[in-house]
C-alpha cells in the first residue's frame, strides 16, 4: 500500500462529507498499513465547530487503540490541516500527516503557518503533501461551484 491508496480512501470520505452537505474533506488514519480509523467533515450536522475530519478521525482512532497517543500512526486528509487540526495531531504524536491539496486561507502546515516546522515543540511529525492534489482540489472546487449555483438559482427563484 502506498500513499495515493490511503489518500483515494480519505477521498472516500470526503465524498461522504459532500452527502451530508458538509465541506468535503475527508481523513484516514493508518497503522501498519491498515485504517484504524476514518473520519469525515461534520460540524454543520453535528453543530460542533472541532468536528474536522481529522479530530473524528484522531478520536476514533483512540478508542480503537485504548490511547490518545497514536505513535507509529499517519493521517491521510485530504486538505491541508488548520491549526487545531495540527495541535491535536502532535499532541497525539502521529509519525506522519499526509495531506491532498493546499488551503491557502488556513492551512498550518506551511500555507499560512507551518506548525509543525516549530522546533520549540516537544514531538515533530513529518509531513507530506500534495498526495492525489488535483483530485482533492477538483472535489472542493466542484463543491463550492455546486453551492454558488444553488445560491444562485435560488436568488433567481429557480428550483
Known amino acids: ?27 484516514v488514519l493508518v497503522r ?10 461534520q460540524p ?29 500512526c499517519d493521517l491521510y486528509v485530504t486538505l491541508e490541516p488548520c491549526a487545531m487540526c495540527a495541535g491535536a495531531m502532535m499532541h497525539a504524536r502521529l509519525s506522519r500527516v499526509i495531506y491532498g491539496t493546499t488551503d491557502p486561507k488556513t492551512g498550518a502546515c506551511g500555507s499560512i ?6 522546533q520549540q515543540l516537544n514531538h515533530h511529525t513529518a509531513v507530506v503533501g500534495g498526495v492525489l492534489a488535483q483530485e482533492c482540489s477538483t ?4 463543491f463550492f ?3 454558488r449555483r444553488m445560491q444562485q438559482n435560488q436568488s433567481l427563484g429557480i428550483q
Do not use: S
Open 1 to 27: 500500500m502506498d500513499d495515493a491508496f490511503f489518500m483515494a480512501q480519505a477521498l472516500e470520505q470526503a465524498q461522504k462529507a459532500w452527502d451530508l452537505g458538509e465541506v468535503p474533506v475527508g481523513a
Open 32 to 41: 501498519d498499513g491498515r485504517i484504524v480509523a476514518v473520519g469525515c467533515n
Open 44 to 72: 454543520i450536522g453535528a453543530h460542533d465547530p472541532t468536528a474536522h475530519a481529522e479530530i473524528m478521525a484522531l478520536r476514533a482512532a483512540a478508542q480503537v487503540l485504548g490511547n490518545y497517543r497514536l505513535p507509529g
Open 113 to 118: 503557518i507551518d506548525l509543525f516546522a516549530q
Open 139 to 142: 472535489l472542493l472546487k466542484d
Open 145 to 147: 461551484a455546486e453551492r
